[in-house]
């Protein structure tokens, strides 16, 4: 039995030092990722902008100033970095009462919950951006609704509110599950106490809840600040061309006037700039969480003054009165926000007009799906983006499944830096990623054009696989496989007999989940994909920014409607909100 246990991973990895099964993963890691992020770097240093100039080892900010001492570039990124710190905080407001909703919810409705989440989360970002475009367009929801209180025919696309909308509409679900982490896990006592104490929902709420999930409330605002300072498909499908955000600056130096180097220099800058606000956004909330920190503070915080009592009463009531019902408000505004959109694109692909952003409703028709499945495009696009997500899929998990084992069993110096490293992907932009890869594929140019794109997809998917299976790894019963390994049985039977079949319903949650997000990536894609090979997403993308035919959104349907099965499968085999705890 001891010879089963020793080292924590001898039992299920024999004769190995305690990280060596991590290798394979920081191995793809340094390839497929710090690659590329070196090649962007290098580029941003280059005097010159033409792509066939050799590179120079000689380090040159020419780009940075070009760059900073442009109003234009200056403008364009202090209007992206404003909207995403809007969209955070709006995520944030929103982010809150559908959490709370989630956490309180019975058990057999919470997988239900969940899918209300996951589902706008697993659904390409193309497809949320055109069900944007049908809620705000003339004619539509939001229009009639302006009609029917008299402010007359609204037209809300293609301005900054529907790019922020939209961009809300994306990231609200990262928000959400960090926030509902720590509500899940918070002591419900204290709650108890303070409501027996008198205080009511809205105090409670201040008092209590607010305090002990700052944790989460950091780690929401840091991705969904990352995530929306540098996000440029929905600014592209939504904003039209009045609104121009950093993103969009890097796609087309990058792409279309192929000046790598001023396109490198713009995701540096946009990346400093994000990681800098991230840090003053942990410093910020960190001020009010001494607790969370390792060591206490060196000098006691000063707390505001209390309020005199002839207005803390008022105020008091004020908010226990108005709180709830500002709660639900949130509580709506936030599930339809998720899911109309959705409802809208499912009804657009079935309505008679030839307008992919036609907002009323014409008549039922079903040439929408009968023209894409005569049109072959279609079809290999999807063909292309099904072999690349089983690919992905299977590469990640077995990447990630000896890593987690690694974190999750091994002890030794540096374990902890070691796994934020390996999750460092999920911080940092994508586009920077895709126009490194995009530079490496040019110079290494007999490698095929697929292989790149599933490089950086294994990328992007492996670290949400490593840290469910990770928290599944940590949570196994070892008394089974020490059992085993006490009767004699070696350790590779012991790991193919006992410990891999109670992993079973982690890993096939895990591959699922990685094969849906990797079949809708579209950022990174696009900036890989040829003429010859490209995606189902991109294809949506760029058919949606320029021909805008009703085609867009019967794909986009059907990818809704898979997106759901699988979701429905996964939670037969494990319930989506345990799913997510793992």
């Known amino acids: 039995m001891a010879a089963a246990s020793r080292g924590g991973m001898a039992a299920s990895f024999p004769a190995m030092a305690p990280a060596a099964p991590a290798i394979p993963y920081l191995l793809w890691l340094a390839a497929a990722f710090a690659a590329p992020l070196a090649t962007v770097l290098l580029l941003a240093l280059q005097e010159g902008g033409d792509v066939f100039t050799p590179l120079s080892l000689s380090p040159s900010a020419a780009q940075f100033t070009e760059i900073l001492g442009d109003g234009y570039y200056r403008r364009v990124m202090a209007d992206t970095l404003l909207m995403a710190a809007g969209v955070t905080l709006a995520a944030a407001l929103l982010g809150y009462p559908l959490a709370l909703w989630l956490?309180?919810?019975?058990?057999?409705?919470?997988?239900?919950?969940?899918?209300?989440?996951?589902?706008?989360?697993?659904?390409?970002?193309?497809?949320?951006?055109?069900?944007?475009?049908?809620?705000?367009?003339?004619?539509?929801?939001?229009?009639?609704?302006?009609?029917?209180?008299?402010?007359?025919?609204?037209?809300?696309?293609?301005?900054?509110?529907?790019?922020?909308?939209?961009?809300?509409?994306?990231?609200?679900?990262?928000?959400?599950?960090?926030?509902?982490?720590?509500?899940?896990?918070?002591?419900?006592?204290?709650?108890?106490?303070?409501?027996?104490?008198?205080?009511?929902?809205?105090?409670?709420?201040?008092?209590?809840?607010?305090?002990?999930?700052?944790?989460?409330?950091?780690?929401?605002?840091?991705?969904?600040?990352?995530?929306?300072?540098?996000?440029?498909?929905?600014?592209?499908?939504?904003?039209?061309?009045?609104?121009?955000?950093?993103?969009?600056?890097?796609?087309?130096?990058?792409?279309?006037?192929?000046?790598?180097?001023?396109?490198?220099?713009?995701?540096?800058?946009?990346?400093?700039?994000?990681?800098?606000?991230?840090?003053?956004?942990?410093?910020?909330?960190?001020?009010?969480?001494?607790?969370?920190?390792?060591?206490?503070?060196?000098?006691?915080?000063?707390?505001?003054?209390?309020?005199p009592p002839h207005l803390r009463a008022p105020l008091v009531a004020l908010a226990e009165a108005a709180g709830p019902w500002l709660g639900r408000l949130l509580l709506g505004l936030a599930l339809a926000l998720l899911l109309f959109p959705l409802l809208l694109v499912v009804v657009a692909s079935v309505n008679d007009t030839p307008q992919a952003t036609v907002a009323g409703f014409q008549g039922f028709t079903w040439r929408w799906y009968a023209m894409i499945f005569e049109d072959t495009r279609y079809l290999a696009d999807a063909w292309t983006s099904l072999q690349l997500a089983l690919a992905a899929a299977l590469i990640a998990l077995a990447l990630a499944l000896p890593a987690s084992f690694a974190l999750a069993r091994g002890r030794w110096r540096g374990q902890e830096q070691l796994g934020a490293l390996m999750l460092l992907p999920l911080a940092l932009p994508g586009i920077a990623i895709g126009l490194g890869m995009l530079r490496?594929?040019?110079?290494?140019?007999?490698?095929?054009?697929?292989?790149?794109?599933?490089?950086?997809?294994?990328?992007?998917?492996?670290?949400?696989?490593?840290?469910?299976?990770?928290?599944?790894?940590?949570?196994?019963?070892?008394?089974?496989?020490?059992?085993?390994?006490?009767?004699?049985?070696?350790?590779?039977?012991?790991?193919?007999?006992?410990?891999?079949?109670?992993?079973?319903?982690?890993?096939?949650?895990?591959?699922?989940?990685?094969?849906?997000?990797?079949?809708?990536?579209?950022?990174?894609?696009?900036?890989?994909?040829?003429?010859?090979?490209?995606?189902?997403?991109?294809?949506?993308?760029?058919?949606?920014?320029?021909?805008?035919?009703?085609?867009?959104?019967?794909?986009?349907?059907?990818?809704?409607?898979?997106?759901?099965a699988l979701l429905l499968l996964i939670n037969r085999v494990m319930p989506l909100d345990r799913a997510w705890r793992r």
């Open 103 to 307: 956490v309180r919810l019975p058990p057999r409705w919470r997988p239900l919950g969940f899918a209300c989440i996951l589902v706008p989360l697993l659904t390409n970002v193309v497809v949320r951006s055109l069900g944007i475009i049908l809620l705000l367009a003339p004619g539509g929801i939001v229009s009639g609704v302006a009609q029917a209180l008299g402010f007359g025919r609204v037209n809300l696309l293609f301005g900054w509110f529907a790019v922020g909308l939209s961009l809300l509409q994306v990231f609200l679900p990262y928000m959400v599950l960090a926030l509902y982490d720590v509500l899940e896990g918070r002591d419900r006592r204290l709650a108890e106490a303070a409501a027996g104490l008198g205080a009511g929902p809205a105090l409670q709420f201040l008092r209590v809840t607010l305090p002990l999930s700052l944790g989460g409330l950091r780690a929401g605002l840091v991705v969904t600040f990352l995530m929306a300072s540098t996000a440029y498909v929905s600014a592209t499908l939504v904003g039209g061309k009045k609104v121009q955000v950093s993103g969009m600056v890097v796609l087309k130096e990058g792409l279309e006037l192929l000046n790598h180097p001023l396109a490198a220099a713009m995701a540096v800058l946009m990346l400093a700039a994000s990681v800098l606000a991230t840090l003053a956004i942990g410093k910020a909330v960190g001020f009010f969480t001494p607790w969370l920190a390792q060591r206490p503070p060196r000098a006691p915080r000063r707390l505001p003054p209390p309020l």
């Open 440 to 564: 490496l594929l040019q110079w290494f140019n007999a490698l095929p054009p697929f292989l790149g794109i599933l490089a950086v997809h294994v990328v992007l998917i492996a670290p949400f696989m490593l840290a469910m299976l990770r928290a599944s790894v940590a949570g196994l019963d070892r008394a089974q496989e020490e059992a085993a390994g006490g009767l004699g049985a070696a350790p590779w039977r012991v790991l193919w007999r006992i410990t891999l079949p109670q992993l079973a319903p982690a890993i096939a949650v895990a591959g699922l989940l990685g094969f849906l997000l990797s079949f809708g990536e579209v950022t990174v894609t696009a900036f890989l994909t040829t003429a010859r090979m490209q995606t189902l997403p991109v294809r949506i993308y760029a058919e949606a920014s320029f021909s805008l035919q009703n085609t867009v959104n019967a794909v986009s349907t059907l990818i809704i409607l898979v997106t759901v």
